[in-house]
């Protein structure tokens, strides 16, 4: 049977890091600059990390290639010569293979600076060697990415700038593998990134935003979350579940509703883009924020929904979201009553504002491709 290592990466970021992993692997490799199906490792660095601190390290050039180009020398400082007078490849991803132990069945975590770069070279020379194995592997890419969002690039070298992480020899394998598994341990430990990138986020949303939220807020306590998309629109969330969307326009602003909704909610109605059209949804345009009473049995049983919910069966792909989303929350909610908006949500029925077309019960009418057309 042909050996096969399988490869699954890991973006479910919980809220707080150290739930990954009390211990994992970093891993850099240094190549000869082809791709992992044709290229060859010549240098590999790996540092085992445990409760935040590097307890063992693996580190060892390798005679794989007879050649370097000019640019991987200057990149990295390693010559043709150190590379052919370094130990045999077989000898060396056996001696790795045995510093790996657990992670290569899925025991440990596998950390390294734009994964999907070392992994595929792992994968392919494990394979090409005669191993099997199961590896799950995290990105600090993009995990920088997501915790430090205000930052003009993710290189390795920047981000240890950022978190004042050491990194003498940018471009070693061993080097570049410790500074990877420091910003990971660094992240798991320190909360001020995910403190940055909540001010951010809250600074995105405008009073009105924050006022409709908190009407929605108002009507039940739950355990909610806000976020601002890139798209502008607004999603509450509760525990990481979608319950209200909605975009503000100037003085009216829209709430993102499917035709379920619409189908015993009569209320006139607009499409608005492509994308949220082949979701099946449309917008309401709401004059007043007290309309949104009219719409509180529907967002109720929303809300009671999501919180029966058991979180593992929420989407694990949205607990970072979730973290992100519950801490903006946090920071909105001392200053929702703020805004001059009364503490309860106003059950006076809205009235269907004049714009767009009107949908009646009667006409029990779902989405139609035809009518964005």
């Not at 409760?51 to 005679?63: A, C, D, R, W």
């Not at 290639?65 to 990149?75: A, G, K, N, Q, S």
């Not at 997501?146 to 080097?175: F, T, W």
């Not at 929904?305 to 001392?334: C, L, S, V």
Request: with cysteine.
């Amino acid at each position: 049977m042909k050996p096969l290592v399988t490869r699954r990466i890991l973006k479910e970021y919980p809220l707080t890091l150290n739930k990954i992993a009390d211990r994992f692997v970093a891993i850099d490799f240094e190549t000869d600059g082809r791709d992992c199906e044709n290229g060859r490792v010549i240098e590999i660095g790996a540092c085992f990390f445990e409760n935040g601190q590097p307890v063992k390290t693996f580190s060892s050039l390798v005679h794989s290639v007879d050649y370097l180009p000019p640019f991987i020398t200057e990149l990295t400082g390693i010559t043709i010569d150190m590379v052919r007078n370094a130990p045999a490849e077989p000898g060396v991803w056996k001696r790795f293979v045995e510093f790996l132990d657990g992670a290569l069945e899925g025991q440990e975590i596998i950390v390294a600076h734009n994964a999907a770069f070392d992994t595929s070279f792992l994968k392919a020379s494990l394979e090409r060697l005669g191993y099997s194995g199961t590896i799950r592997y995290l990105d600090t890419v993009d995990l920088s990415q997501k915790l430090l969002p205000y930052m003009s690039g993710h290189a390795l070298n920047k981000v240890c700038a950022e978190l004042q992480i050491e990194l003498e020899n940018h471009h070693r394998a061993l080097d570049d593998a410790v500074a990877c598994g420091n910003i990971l341990a660094t992240l798991m430990n320190d909360e001020d990134s995910l403190k940055k990138h909540t001010k951010r986020a809250v600074q995105k949303l405008s009073k009105q935003e924050i006022e409709i939220a908190s009407a929605i807020f108002s009507m039940q306590e739950a355990d909610w979350g806000i976020l601002r998309h890139s798209n502008a629109v607004v999603t509450l969330y509760v525990k990481g579940l979608p319950v209200f969307s909605f975009v503000a326009r100037s003085s009216k602003f829209y709430f993102l509703a499917d035709a379920d909704l619409l189908e015993h909610y009569p209320w006139a109605w607009t499409f608005a883009n492509q994308k949220e059209c082949e979701y099946g949804l449309f917008r309401i345009p709401i004059d007043t924020i007290d309309q949104l009473g009219y719409f509180r049995p529907y967002v109720i049983k929303k809300i009671e929904q999501a919180m029966e919910t058991p979180f593992e069966d929420a989407g694990r792909h949205n607990e970072w979201k979730y973290g992100i989303a519950k801490q903006t929350y946090k920071k909105i909610k001392p200053h929702i009553h703020e805004v001059g908006l009364s503490s309860t949500c106003s059950k006076r029925k809205g009235r269907p504002v004049g714009f767009a077309r009107q949908l009646a019960c009667e006409e029990n009418r779902l989405f139609d491709r035809i009518d964005y057309e």
